[in-house]
C-alpha cells in the first residue's frame, strides 16, 4: 500500500509511521516538522525512498527539495471548477496566517500554486491513502484533502474531542464519525444516569457540569502559558533566582538571550520572504504586538450583559481554525452566523 503523511510531526505520530512500514506500507511522501520530523528524515535506513517537506515551507507554497526544479503543468479549467468549494475555504483559512495584509491576488496565485503543485504530486505517485494528523486547516494541506476526494484516494485522520487524549478515526470531515453517530442515533431517545459512565467519562461530565470548575481545554491553558512567557522581555525574578541558587545563572542567561534572537527559528506564514532569518524574527514580533491589539479592542467592546432579559449565549471562535474553517462551512463568516440566528429568534 502506496501512502502520504501529513503533518506527521510528534513522536506518537512517528510511531504511527513505523507501525505502518512495519506493516508493509510504502511512505512515499511526509510533510511535518519540529525535532522528531527531522530526525526521521534523516533516517535514509527506515525511510530511503521518501520525499520529505517541511509544513512551513508547503505553506508558502515552496516544494520539496527534490521537486524545487520539476515543472507540474498548471491546473486546467475543468479542475479549477472542480475545485471551487476548496477554493474559496482555502482562501478563508489563509487569513489564519496572513499577518501582513497579502493582496486577494497574491493569495489566489498562491492557491493556484497549491493546486498545480499537489496535482502534480498525486498524479506523479499515485497514492492508494493519505494520513492526516487531524481535519486539515493549514492551507495547503486542505487542498491535498480535496485534491485526494476529487480523484478518489483514501483519506484518513484522527478527530480530536473535548476529552483530553480521546479521539476517533474519520474519513471525511464533513461526515464525521459515522460509526458514533450510527450508535448515537440508537440511543437518542433512551435516558441514562452519570453512573453508568467510566470512571474517566464520569469525572469529565461531572466538571463540565460544575460551575465551580475550570474547564478550559489542557491545550488553551498550555497555549496561553506558553504565549505568555514568550512575551516576556525580561524573564521572572523567581526564575533568576531559582538560576542564581543553582551556580547556572550566565548559562540560563545565555540561552535567554539566544532565544530572543532566535534567527533559526521560522514563523508560520503565507510568505516565502517571511522565513528564517531577521524577517522572520521581525514577523513574530509584529504578529504578537496585532494579537495584543485584538485582545485590547475586544475588551473595549465588552459590557455587562443584564440576566433578567432572555439572551442567547453565542461564544464567537478563534477565527478561523478548524471549527470554523472548515468545518463552519458559509458560516467560517461569524458575524453571517449571528446575524441569521438574531433573525429567526422570535420577538423578545
Not at 491546473?75 to 471548477?81: M, Q, T
Not at 495547503?140 to 484533502?145: A, I, K, Q, T, W
Request: charged share 25%; proline share 5%; glycine share 4%.
Amino acid at each position: 500500500m502506496k501512502v502520504f503523511l501529513c503533518d506527521f510531526s510528534s513522536a506518537e505520530y512517528i510511531q504511527v509511521a513505523t507501525e505502518l512500514r512495519r506493516r508493509g506500507a510504502e511512505i512515499l511522501y511526509w510533510t511535518g516538522f519540529k525535532d522528531k520530523f527531522n530526525e526521521a528524515a534523516k533516517d535514509k535506513a527506515d525511510y530511503p525512498a521518501t520525499i520529505f517537506h517541511t509544513t512551513l515551507d508547503a505553506i508558502r507554497g515552496v516544494p520539496a527539495e527534490n521537486f524545487c526544479d520539476e515543472e507540474f503543468p498548471p491546473p486546467s479549467s475543468d479542475l479549477i471548477k472542480e475545485m471551487l468549494e476548496c477554493e474559496s475555504i482555502t482562501l478563508t483559512m489563509m487569513n489564519r496566517m496572513d499577518f501582513n495584509n497579502m493582496p486577494y491576488s497574491q493569495k489566489k496565485n498562491l492557491y493556484y500554486k497549491y493546486l498545480q503543485y499537489w496535482n502534480g504530486i498525486i498524479d506523479k505517485f499515485k497514492p492508494d491513502a493519505i494520513f492526516f494528523s487531524e481535519v486539515p486547516h493549514a492551507v495547503y494541506n486542505f487542498v491535498l484533502y480535496s485534491l485526494a476526494k476529487n480523484r478518489g484516494v483514501l483519506t484518513i485522520m484522527l478527530s480530536t474531542s473535548t476529552i483530553w487524549g480521546w479521539e476517533s478515526i474519520i474519513k471525511d470531515y464533513k461526515k464525521g464519525d459515522e460509526k458514533l453517530l450510527r450508535e448515537y442515533k440508537k440511543i437518542e431517545n433512551e435516558k441514562y444516569t452519570d453512573s453508568e459512565l467510566c470512571p474517566e467519562l464520569k469525572d469529565f461530565y461531572r466538571k463540565v457540569s460544575n460551575p465551580q470548575c475550570d474547564v478550559t481545554p489542557i491545550l488553551i491553558t498550555e497555549f496561553n502559558r506558553r504565549a505568555k512567557r514568550a512575551s516576556l522581555i525580561l524573564p521572572k525574578w523567581q526564575s533568576i533566582v531559582r538560576f542564581y541558587k543553582s551556580g547556572a545563572l550566565w548559562r540560563a542567561a545565555g540561552g535567554y538571550l539566544r532565544s530572543l534572537v532566535n534567527f533559526k527559528k521560522q514563523p508560520l506564514t503565507l510568505r516565502e520572504e517571511s522565513g528564517r532569518g531577521l524577517a522572520g524574527l521581525l514577523y513574530l514580533r509584529r504578529v504578537g504586538k496585532i494579537k495584543k491589539h485584538f485582545i485590547q479592542e475586544y475588551n473595549s467592546l465588552q459590557s455587562a450583559p443584564d440576566f433578567n432579559k432572555k439572551y442567547i449565549y453565542f461564544p464567537l471562535h478563534a477565527q478561523p481554525e478548524r471549527t470554523t474553517s472548515p468545518l463552519g462551512g458559509f458560516y467560517v463568516e461569524q458575524p453571517l452566523a449571528v446575524r441569521t440566528l438574531a433573525a429567526s429568534v422570535p420577538d423578545g
